[in-house]
Structures are given as structure tokens and as C-alpha cells.
């Protein structure tokens, strides 16, 4: 019995020690919350980008990686201070519902249809996307939606509907409501189609049983921006925090390190920066 | 399986070169948990204790719910602590949503009613003679209490593994209100499942076995503890 109170207490003793330094979290106004994609996590870019941050201006920076949709929910509840991300049909409405400020331009790459090496459909070297979503409805091959109301998703649904084709509740169409990384181990799994930005299809290539079957659509282009949360709704929101953060994304710097990432380890960038762009300019 | 190899190979290098994310990321889960679990046995026996040994109109409904605690899902708690500790929301002023003390608060209410299941049963498994005969020798109220704790300690070394198995593996709440942010809340379950993402599958398989290797680990400590002391 004596050894089970001292190990107790010395397992308390143990505890106080570490966590008391451990949890003196940095100061509230030093904090950040970025709600971003999933796919800015899942390339590595992230991880290269907040350090360089964090070093430069001394805020702290809390990444939320979320569905886009979740993470523009996130700043219409004033839960986040900054977002990164891509859908920019659903960024419009946000911005012109006033939850956000200041939406600047940071980079695109582009969305690629990938799919089984076999290619059922026979989609391969198509350059529309609409015919590729046509041909994969027609005969009724696997596809696998995101599901998630992601930038992805809503990318996938815009091509669905210019097709004119009517996919809810088809039994060739599944949902996995999961981030890219997985849908992709999952399409790879059962051979199944889907929508992918072409970063994180890149990154997870070497682990997957899918090519690239149709690319180059200009529908197919994946734009993201940064967006400040608007703090009039939402008085504890980091404003000079989120300002510094676009800010810095649109930095040379960053947009220098965001021009070369993934060059060395993939062989061809998976982002291209374009601070200082319009919109209208990418798609051209 | 060439793959489950490598991700072992990859475990053993992280552990032994002491990758200093890796150990990062293993300190917190056993900070995490281990202040989860502690606090959930500070309540859960105290509570535990006062309910077995007490009768009231509606025992047998406390006593259920709690078993039903038991079971509660990481992912419900996750989600109604965030609502709770948004800024916006009752407790936002705090400001603690995606820190690790969320993470303990998280893990404390899941830990709490498996500790107080296990130390009601416990406690109700106990001879009911023995509280008589300990208050004929004379013991306080409060010193009858503590003998009869002593007595169920072997039980009650079950509910600490059990609540602490069941923190550390969880998932659903840790990442809901501590964000997986690197370097500050990211546990070796949060951190598994975004390397799968990213398609990391030796370092996810690694990290698998990291938290395998550290929950063996403290159950053979406490293992080990609770057999030697095991009544002749």
C-alpha cells in the first residue's frame, strides 16, 4: 500500500512539474486562428510558411485545417481572425455579407481529374472537364465526391451542374465527407474517380493508384485568397494579427518560398503565387 | 507489409535519435492524459465512493447513467466543449478553445465516469459487513471511508488504467478543441491521423506504434503494482 502512495505522489509530483510551464499558453493578442483548407496542410506548405511567420512577427499562429466551408463558417461566427482559402464563388457572398475584409489573391495551382490507370470511362486526354464528368456518369464508373462542402466540393458540384448531369443519391456516386489526402487513399482504394487540386494529389502521389486522366480546363483552376475576418461583427477578433498574416502572404518573401515549394521534393511546384493579381488575370 | 516495416524501422529511429517533434508530440499526450486521468480520479472516486456507499431515492438511475458515461463518445464531448469555450460562447471569455488545457477538460469529462463506474463497482463488490466491522473498532466516519478505498485499491487501479487507455487513444475530442496545432496541441492520435492524410503512412505507422508502446508502457507499471499488492 505504501508503494502505491508514493508512486502516486510521485507521479503528481512529476505531473505538477511538467505541466505547470507547459500550459502558460502565449498571450491572447499574440494569438491567431487561421481556419484554412485541408489541402494547405496536407502539401507541407503550411508547414514551411507559419514558422517563417511566427520568427518574423512574433504572433502565434493556431491552424485550424478544415473544409473551406467550414472554415468561412468559422469566420461568420467570428471563431477565426484569418482564412486561406479556395472557393471563391463562396467567398464572394461572404465577403459581400460583410463577415470578411480585405480578400487578397495568394496563389493558385490548378483541380486534375484523376482515376484508375485503367480509365473505364475512357476519360484520359480530355481537355473538357464537363466531357469527362460526362463520360464518368455515362458509364456509371465509381466516383468519389469530397462531400464536405470544401472549395473541392463546390468546385466538383459547379462541374456537375455545367454538365447538366444529375448525380445525388446515384449509386456510382459516394460521398466519403473526409479532406483530399484521404479521399484519395480511398479513391485509390476501390478505383474510383475523382476531383483532386493537383498539390495535394502531388504530395500523396507515390502512395496512390491513380494518374491523372483529364487537366487543363480553365474551369479546372483553384484559386486561393486570404481573407481578414471582419471585426465590426466581431470585436474579439486578432485584427492586427489577421492583417499581419495577409500581409504576409502576400509578402515577396512568401510568395517566393510559395513559388519554388515542392520543386525539390515532387520535381514541379504545387503552387503558383499571384499577389498583386486579379482574378480575371488567371484565367485568361 | 513491406510498408508496416518500414513504418516499424521509422518508429524505432524517431524514438531512439529522440526526434525532438516526436518527443514533443509523445510529452504532451502523457502530459495531457496523465492530468486528465488525475483529475478524473480526484472526482471519479470521490464521487464514485459517496454513491456506492449511500443510499438515496434514485440510486439505481445515478448508477446507470453513470455506466452509460462510460461510454460516452470523444467526438460528443469534443463538440459541445468547443461550443462552450467559443469565443462567442458561454465560456469564450476564457479563451482556451485550441489549447491543451481544452484538451484536459475534454479528456476529464471522458475519463471521469469510466474512473466513477469502475469505483462504484468497485466499491459495491466490497463485504457489506466490512463497514460495520470497521466502525466497531472505533474508525471515524472519515477514516472508514479511507479503509474501505484502501481495500478496494486493486479495483480502483483497473479504473485508473481504464481511464487513462481511454484518453490517450482517443481522438474525436483532442482534435476538436486542441486543433492538432503543431508543436503546441498536436497528440500522437491527432498527429497519426493527419499524417495518414498527408499520405506519411511509414511516419503514421510509426507514431502508431509510439502510442502503443507508451500505453503498454504505464499499464505494465501499474500492472506490475497492482499484482504484487494482489491479496493472499
Redesign the interface.
Known amino acids: 500500500?505504501k508503494?502505491?502512495t508514493c508512486?502516486l505522489a510521485l507521479?503528481?509530483v512529476f505531473?505538477g512539474f511538467?505541466?505547470i510551464p507547459?500550459?502558460s499558453?502565449p498571450p491572447?493578442e499574440k494569438n491567431i486562428?487561421l481556419a484554412t483548407t485541408?489541402s494547405t496542410?496536407?502539401t507541407?506548405l503550411l508547414?514551411v510558411l507559419?514558422p517563417v511567420f511566427e520568427k518574423k512577427t512574433g504572433h502565434?499562429v493556431?491552424?485550424?485545417?478544415v473544409g473551406s466551408g467550414q472554415a468561412m463558417t468559422m469566420g461568420e461566427?467570428?471563431?477565426a481572425d484569418v482564412l486561406l482559402v479556395h472557393s471563391p464563388e463562396a467567398e464572394q457572398k461572404f465577403v459581400a455579407a460583410d463577415y470578411g475584409v480585405n480578400r487578397k489573391l495568394v496563389m493558385h495551382n490548378d483541380y486534375v481529374i484523376v482515376g484508375p490507370a485503367a480509365d473505364p470511362a475512357k476519360i484520359k486526354g480530355i481537355k473538357s472537364a464537363r466531357e469527362a464528368f460526362k463520360k464518368i456518369a455515362a458509364s456509371t464508373s465509381p466516383f468519389l465526391s469530397r462531400g464536405d462542402n470544401s472549395g473541392t466540393h463546390a468546385k466538383e458540384k459547379s462541374i456537375w451542374k455545367a454538365a447538366n448531369i444529375k448525380y445525388e443519391g446515384e449509386k456510382w456516386y459516394q460521398e466519403t465527407g473526409?479532406?483530399?489526402?484521404?479521399t484519395?487513399?480511398v479513391a485509390s482504394e476501390k478505383k474510383a474517380y475523382t476531383l483532386t487540386d493537383r498539390g495535394t494529389y502531388l504530395?500523396?502521389k507515390?502512395?496512390?493508384g491513380l494518374e491523372i486522366l483529364a487537366e487543363g480546363d480553365a474551369m479546372l483552376l483553384n484559386i486561393y485568397h486570404v481573407i481578414e475576418v471582419n471585426p465590426s461583427k466581431?470585436p474579439?477578433v486578432n485584427v492586427p494579427g489577421a492583417k499581419a498574416f495577409a500581409d504576409f502572404m502576400v509578402s515577396r518573401e512568401t510568395q517566393a518560398i510559395i513559388k519554388t515549394f515542392g520543386v525539390e521534393k515532387f520535381g514541379a511546384p504545387l503552387f503558383f503565387p499571384d499577389a498583386g493579381k486579379k482574378d480575371e488575370d488567371l484565367r485568361k | 507489409m513491406e510498408l508496416i516495416f518500414e513504418g516499424i524501422k521509422r518508429a524505432f529511429i524517431l524514438l531512439f535519435t529522440f526526434d525532438p517533434e516526436v518527443m514533443g508530440i509523445t510529452?504532451?499526450s502523457i502530459?495531457v492524459s496523465?492530468?486528465a486521468t488525475?483529475v478524473s480520479l480526484l472526482i471519479g472516486i470521490s464521487v464514485g465512493t459517496a454513491v456506492a456507499l449511500s443510499t438515496f431515492p434514485g440510486k439505481k438511475i445515478v448508477v446507470s447513467l453513470i455506466n452509460t458515461g462510460m461510454g460516452l463518445p470523444p467526438v460528443v464531448v469534443g463538440l459541445f466543449v468547443s461550443i462552450f469555450l467559443?469565443?462567442?460562447g458561454p465560456l469564450?471569455f476564457l479563451?482556451?478553445?485550441?489549447?491543451?488545457?481544452a484538451m484536459i477538460i475534454a479528456q476529464t469529462i471522458i475519463a471521469t465516469p469510466i474512473v466513477m463506474g469502475i469505483t462504484v463497482a468497485a466499491m459495491q463488490q466490497l463485504p457489506k459487513k466490512l463497514r460495520l466491522q470497521i466502525l466497531a473498532l472505533g474508525a471515524s466516519r472519515v477514516q472508514m471511508v479511507w479503509t474501505l478505498i484502501?481495500e478496494a485499491?486493486l479495483p480502483l487501479?483497473a479504473a485508473v488504467m481504464a481511464g487513462f487507455g481511454g484518453v490517450i487513444s482517443e481522438i474525436g475530442a483532442s482534435i476538436m478543441v486542441g486543433?492538432?496545432?503543431?508543436g503546441?496541441?498536436r497528440v500522437l492520435t491527432t498527429a497519426t491521423v493527419?499524417e495518414?492524410?498527408?499520405?506519411n503512412?511509414e511516419v503514421a505507422i510509426a507514431l502508431s506504434i509510439i502510442l502503443l508502446l507508451l500505453a503498454y508502457t504505464i499499464n505494465l507499471i501499474l500492472t506490475n503494482?497492482q499484482q504484487?499488492?494482489r491479496p493472499r
Not at chain 1, 62 to 65: E, F, H, M, R, V
Request: hydrophobic share 45%; charged share 20%.
Open positions: 500500500m508503494r502505491i508512486t507521479a503528481l505531473l511538467c505541466v507547459g500550459f499558453a491572447t486562428i485541408t496542410q496536407d507541407g508547414d507559419i502565434f493556431k491552424t485550424i485545417a461566427r467570428g471563431e473526409l479532406g483530399m489526402g484521404q484519395l487513399n504530395a500523396l507515390k502512395n496512390l466581431w474579439k | 510529452l504532451l502530459k496523465g492530468v488525475f467559443w469565443r462567442n469564450g479563451g482556451i478553445l485550441y489549447t491543451p488545457l484502501k485499491r487501479l486543433g492538432n496545432i503543431k503546441y496541441s493527419m495518414t492524410g498527408k499520405g503512412f503494482i504484487r499488492e
